[in-house]
């Protein structure tokens, strides 16, 4: 939440980013699926990297 105001990104609502802000989702899950959803998140971003370097 860029202004914790509770508006979400570009003022969308809550739950419409990706959990990384003081309200996100991750306080609610265990260490051991955070860890899962941190090493999924991490997958996706080595994969946009690799289309990125690819096109340049």
């Not at 860029?2 to 996100?24: E, H, K, N, V």
């Not at 609610?28 to 998140?41: D, H, M, Q, V």
């Amino acid at each position: 939440m860029p202004r914790f105001d509770g508006t979400g990104p570009m003022g969308a609502g809550p739950m419409t980013g990706r959990g990384f802000g003081c309200c996100g989702r991750r306080r609610f899950i265990s260490p051991r699926n955070e860890l899962t959803a941190l090493e999924e998140e991490q997958k996706i971003l080595e994969e946009e990297l690799n289309a990125i370097r690819e096109i340049s």
